[in-house]
């Protein structure tokens, strides 16, 4: 395994911050491994994501922006990483730990012959052995990983793991081959549902909440305001998504996503083991919570004893003030 | 019509884990073994599924287990399920992601189904590659995150969630699916159910009977773990009373400036 190959995800064009951050930690694993780091990027809108990549450290970008990528579920993607990889040769392949990364990884590894390290936060390289350090068991341990040297390695990697630094691009933008026109999993029909937010996994900052806010409305009325102060996103325990307070794709824990922030903000939460597991491993913690026995406390670096209706908006007041923009 | 689901039987994922320093496994002794809760959501659609096409459809369960905790499943049986098979081999002890789904693969290929629903995450290892490894092996159509699933002539109707919204997806049976968690809560198991289950049968499999062509088991795996270690401790949490909610948000407001967030 010498070189790196990453899968650059994308959404008809709309580009995830995952990807720059594979890109920039391949040029790294490239030059200790003593290889080349290349990326694929296909389906409609490849052109552009293409471009973005550009700056990025990159030696090569495989591209095609054939639009049946779209027209089926993943098998396209599949196919042209395959012949991406055969290209390349025996290399480690970074993919995004999201829902469709995980899909793409698990039949990849099978076409490749692939060993395969899931939900990596860090690796280690010893000549041509690459070590993937990831947490296990909802976080209670981390390992350590190798895959075996001189076969395909995949590594599906955390959102947040890594810097993106967009510098030192000299790539070749190359075309793919055009793959199979046709697959079995035809998809009908695309629709978004959501307000086109920040992806919680991807969010520098998650502000989540709980049981404790009663209701749908101090979702929109305190979370969003002080995630938006931070540049963040809303999150919630499977209490408030259960109650149909908020979609179930906020829910963060072992049934909800897994998500690592540089910081992490819990109001309202109990802190019950199904929902650390999806969220301890974030940067800072810090939770508001009425009860201070909640089990939140015993994980967090700053547990505030009080009311979050009134803290709340005052904290983000605080911030706004901090910014400039008090109103 | 019959149906296959698949479900891996997990430590409680309310009990606190341990590794055993030698053989760098999960110390199952003590700790109750389950039903992957992801899996229970499978079933779930499993028994819909067979209450709507009726008829003679079976939804039998496949495991890869050890056999001490094949009677795990009698739960699964007990919310409905027809019968279970599982595949258990001491050789098959120490399988990375490779060699379990390869070797599930070659399992599940003689129990012969129109439909194999996979649960989409497993609680203990979390990496999701199951189900389009199992899918890949077995050359089926994958659709996965499914929230509702149409059955007609053979075809599949599938609404599955995506980071943000939903896509409608057909393809042909024979197909794999797996189930979003809005698919809709798993049963209770009935006092009938349960009393009925004890009846059902739970079917060995070993490997001696799978011809496989390749190794399975720490041998067969194409990754090794080298060595594992508790997280990187939080430093000790600070607590603040706050009655007065100004004192709380200038609490918060000083931590987020000092880790330097504002
Ligand atoms: C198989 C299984 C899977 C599960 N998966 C998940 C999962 O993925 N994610 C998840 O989150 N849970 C999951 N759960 C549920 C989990 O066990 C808890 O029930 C859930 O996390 C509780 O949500 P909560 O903390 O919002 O509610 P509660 O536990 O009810 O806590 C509410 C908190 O709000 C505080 N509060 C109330 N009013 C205020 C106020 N005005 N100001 C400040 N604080 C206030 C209370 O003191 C309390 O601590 C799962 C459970 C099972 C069995
Ligand atoms: N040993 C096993 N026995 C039965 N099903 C399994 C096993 N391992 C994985 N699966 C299935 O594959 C899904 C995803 O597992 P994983 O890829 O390990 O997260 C699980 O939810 C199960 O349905």
């Not at chain 2, 049963?187 to 062509?213: P, Q």
């Not at chain 2, 909610?245 to 200038?250: H, I």
Request: aromatic fraction near 4%.
């Amino acid at each position: 395994m010498k070189n790196v190959l990453v899968y650059a995800e994308h959404r008809q064009g709309a580009t995830r911050k995952v990807t720059f951050e594979l890109a920039t930690q391949a040029r790294t694993l490239a030059d200790s491994l003593g290889g080349k780091a290349c990326a694929v990027v296909v389906g409609s809108g490849a052109g552009a994501i293409a471009q973005q990549l550009a700056p990025y450290p990159l030696d090569a970008i495989y591209c095609n922006e054939d639009s049946q990528v779209d027209a089926f579920l993943l098998d396209p993607v599949v196919d042209y990483l395959e012949a991406a990889a055969s290209l390349v040769g025996a290399s480690l392949i970074l993919i995004p730990n999201t829902l469709s990364g995980r899909d793409i990884a698990g039949r990849l590894m099978v076409k490749l012959r692939a060993g395969i390290v899931a939900d990596v936060v860090d690796f280690e390289i010893a000549g041509e052995s690459v070590v993937c350090v990831s947490p296990k068991l909802g976080g209670a341990i981390t390992t350590r990983c190798a895959l075996r040297p001189g076969e395909f390695g995949i590594a599906t990697v955390r959102p947040n793991a890594f810097q993106a630094a967009a510098s030192g691009g000299t790539a070749k933008i190359e075309q793919l081959p055009t793959a199979r026109r046709s697959y079995a999993a035809a998809i009908d029909n695309d629709v978004e549902e959501g307000t086109g937010e920040l992806a919680l996994e991807e969010a520098p900052v998650v502000v989540a909440g709980g049981r404790g806010l009663g209701g749908p409305e101090p979702f929109e009325t305190l979370l969003k305001p002080l995630a938006r102060a931070l540049g963040g996103a809303v999150g919630a325990s499977r209490a408030a998504a259960d109650a149909g307070w908020v979609p179930y794709s906020l829910q963060i824990g072992q049934t909800g996503k897994t998500v690592t922030p540089n910081l992490y903000i819990a109001v309202g939460i109990s802190g019950a083991i199904q929902h650390k597991v999806g969220m301890r491993s974030s940067g800072a913690i810090v939770a508001i919570n009425k009860d201070g026995a909640a089990p939140i406390g015993e994980f967090s670096d700053l547990l505030v004893v009080g009311d979050a209706f009134r803290i709340v908006p005052e904290l983000t007041n605080l911030i706004e003030k901090a910014k400039g923009n008090a109103t | 019509m019959k149906i296959v689901v698949t479900m891996k039987l997990v430590p409680d994922p309310n009990a606190e884990k341990k590794i055993d320093p030698q053989t760098k496994r999960l110390v199952r002794t003590g700790v109750e073994t389950v039903l992957n809760p992801y899996d229970e959501y499978a079933l779930e659609a499993g028994l819909q599924l067979k209450e709507r096409v009726g008829g003679d459809t079976r939804v039998t369960i496949f495991s890869m287990a050890p056999d001490a905790l094949k009677e795990t499943l009698r739960r699964a049986l007990a919310m409905g399920a027809d019968d279970a098979a599982v595949l258990s081999d001491p050789a098959l002890e120490g399988s990375d992601v490779w060699a379990t789904a390869y070797a599930m693969a070659h399992a599940l290929r003689r129990l012969e189904f129109d439909l194999l629903i996979v649960g989409g995450l497993t609680d203990d290892s979390s990496t999701g590659a199951v189900p389009g490894a199992l899918a890949e092996h077995l050359g089926l159509p994958c659709i996965t995150n499914a929230r509702k699933i149409e059955l007609a002539d053979r075809t599949l109707t599938i609404e599955r969630e995506t980071d943000v919204g939903y896509q409608t997806v057909r393809a042909p049976l024979p197909a794999l699916l797996t189930t979003a968690l809005t698919f809709g809560e798993p049963r209770y198991a009935s006092l009938k159910g349960i009393m009925g289950a004890k009846k059902k049968a739970i079917a060995s499999i070993g490997l001696a009977e799978l011809s496989l062509d390749s190794a399975v088991g720490s041998d067969g795996s194409k990754t090794e773990i080298e060595s594992f270690a508790p997280p990187a401790a939080r430093g000790q949490g600070k607590t603040v009373e706050a009655p007065d909610a100004a004192a709380g948000a200038s609490a918060i407001f000083d931590f987020l400036r000092e880790r330097k967030f504002v």
